[in-house]
């Protein structure tokens, strides 16, 4: 995967986090739960655990490489 110029590592983890929020949403909206109760619960799951803390930590562990 080929870096854009000037950090291509942090807009490709924009990319992908406003592709989560977008995805997530839309799925709330036909589900028909608050979004934001959704988003709660699974930040406290396992697997939200994990994808928070790639978010989080991807841009200086380099785990956020493809």
């Given at each position: 995967?080929?870096?854009?110029?000037?950090?291509g590592m942090?807009?490709?983890?924009?990319r992908w986090?406003?592709?989560?929020?977008?995805?997530?949403?839309?799925?709330?909206?036909?589900?028909?739960?608050?979004?934001?109760?959704?988003?709660?619960?699974?930040?406290?799951?396992?697997?939200?655990?994990?994808?928070?803390?790639?978010?989080?930590?991807g841009t200086?562990?380099?785990?956020?490489?493809?």
């Amino acid at each position: 995967m080929q870096l854009q110029r000037g950090g291509g590592m942090n807009w490709k983890l924009v990319r992908w986090s406003l592709g989560v929020f977008v995805f997530w949403g839309a799925l709330c909206l036909i589900q028909g739960h608050p979004f934001w109760h959704q988003f709660v619960m699974a930040g406290f799951s396992p697997l939200g655990a994990m994808i928070w803390l790639r978010i989080f930590t991807g841009t200086w562990t380099g785990m956020g490489r493809a």
